[in-house]
């Protein structure tokens, strides 16, 4: 069941592209909303056009996803206290392997993706917020909706997410166990290792956490 709720997380990432407009000037959740039918659109169109294979999906995910993630945050996240035990080059090196990894994963995650509607509830947030969590529900025929919640902080280029839970269960924590193992057993440069091997297998495979 969790293994198909993070499955599901991972496809439905692709709510989040580059907006139209600077994200400062728009609401988060407004902005989540609108870039979501723009980019269900554009997969629709490359499935019909290409079969949306994950090798033919990785430029709309260039183009779209990356964008508006904080890929720096969500890796501190994810490495959790071990962060602090990394020199800057090993940082950006982590930093850089994780985005890889999770790339990869929307990649093929989105060749899957079919009729799955995702509804946004209001925003309840102060003008003065600088981090708030955007709510929706993704309703899929034939099963209960799955409540998604957007972790974003307004930065100086605008709202970015930096963690995505799916029935209350992070996407970014989950590397947590298999990241602090990894450091455990060699080191930051052994996790470096994991995740930069992982990302070297074929892109017909799905990606996964370090193990």
Do not use: C
Not at 55 to 82: C, G, W, Y
Not at 154 to 162: D, E, H
């Amino acid at each position: 069941m969790l293994k198909t709720k993070l499955k599901s997380v991972l496809l439905l990432a692709l709510a989040l592209s580059a907006p139209a407009l600077p994200a400062q000037e728009v609401a988060p959740n407004v902005l989540l909303q609108s870039i979501t039918l723009e980019v269900i659109t554009a997969m629709k169109r490359e499935r019909d056009l290409n079969g949306g294979q994950p090798a033919q999906v990785a430029s709309l995910v260039e183009t779209k996803v990356l964008p508006l993630f904080d890929f720096p945050r969500m890796t501190r996240i994810a490495v959790a206290r071990n962060w602090r035990l990394a020199t800057g080059e090993q940082q950006l090196a982590l930093t850089a392997a994780f985005k890889t990894l999770l790339v990869r994963t929307y990649s093929t995650a989105l060749s899957s993706y079919r009729d799955q509607v995702i509804e946004f509830r209001s925003l309840h947030s102060a003008p003065a917020d600088t981090e708030v969590t955007v709510k929706s529900l993704v309703k899929q025929p034939g099963t209960a909706p799955i409540a998604m919640d957007y972790d974003m902080e307004k930065t100086p280029a605008g709202w970015k997410v930096f963690d995505i839970k799916v029935a209350g269960i992070s996407l970014v924590t989950t590397y947590r166990d298999s990241f602090a193992a990894k450091i455990r057993d060699g080191g930051v440069d052994g996790l470096i290792k994991a995740l930069e091997e992982k990302n070297r297998q074929g892109d017909s495979r799905p990606a996964a956490a370090a193990s």
